[in-house]
């Protein structure tokens, strides 16, 4: 595996449903993002990881709840979530967290449907 | 608020010059970012401005004015596996993108 992964690839899930979304990244990089995406909206930020330490967390609501085990994996656990919260889920990484210029590198995302 | 404007969809033909433009509002500057999304796949890096200028890329280039809060990114000769959406990010003080909503490209024959 090369680059970042994430799994599953598409998630279908009651609001009374527990799931946990899967990130890994083969980069050697120090810096993990969990990103919404909504049809037509700008990407949201929702958290960020810096050497395994959470240094964001942009008002995200409790139901959902990131973990970050080492540098080079991330999860997004989900707990009755809303049909709003439908919508591509991508995690990213970067070199560093807090330098300029450090692009940040994709996952192909997770598609979550909530129903 | 900051704020990342863009146009939400172009259309341009094969083999032609497109300009996308991105005009922002964000509290500091640290450097402008632009990606590729093609439909259901993860975006992919373009290019990066810190300074003043026009930074070039084979077909692909990328200007910025920080004075007018402004950049755009040029494609040339453009070939139908462009099609796709450019989204333009801004790193603000506290090091966090800002991004727009992404300007849809669609390349005619």
């Known amino acids: 595996e090369t680059g970042v992964t994430q799994t599953p690839r598409h998630l279908v899930m009651g609001m009374t449903n527990k799931k946990s979304l899967k990130c890994e990244q083969h980069?050697?990089?120090?810096?993990m993002y969990w990103y919404k995406q909504s049809a037509k909206k700008p990407l949201e930020l929702m958290f960020v990881?810096?050497?395994?330490?959470?240094?964001e967390n942009n008002s995200v609501p409790s139901r959902f709840s990131p973990e970050c085990p080492n540098s080079s994996h991330l999860f997004l656990h989900l707990h009755t979530l809303q049909p709003e919260d439908s919508a591509l889920y991508l995690c990213?990484?970067?070199?560093?967290?807090?330098?300029?210029?450090?692009?940040?590198?994709f996952g192909p995302g997770t598609r979550l449907t909530v129903t | 608020g900051q704020n990342i404007d863009q146009p939400t969809e172009m259309t341009a033909t094969e083999g032609a010059i497109v300009q996308i433009n991105c005009t922002y509002q964000?509290?500091?500057?640290?450097?402008l970012f632009w990606y590729q999304q093609h439909a259901g796949e993860a975006p992919t890096f373009l290019s990066y401005?810190?300074l003043d200028g026009l930074e070039e890329k084979g077909r692909f280039s990328s200007f910025l004015s920080r004075s007018k809060g402004y950049s755009y990114l040029l494609l040339k000769e453009l070939q139908m596996k462009d099609s796709a959406s450019y989204l333009c990010?801004?790193?603000?003080?506290?090091?966090?993108?800002?991004w727009g909503a992404g300007t849809k490209l669609i390349i005619k024959p």
């Open positions: 990213a990484s970067s070199q560093d967290w807090g330098t300029s210029g450090s692009e940040q590198y």
């Open positions: 980069l050697g990089h120090n810096a």
């Open positions: 990881y810096n050497f395994k330490e959470q240094t």
């Open positions: 964000t509290s500091g500057f640290n450097g």
């Open positions: 401005n810190v």
């Open positions: 990010a801004v790193m603000d003080s506290n090091y966090q993108l800002i």
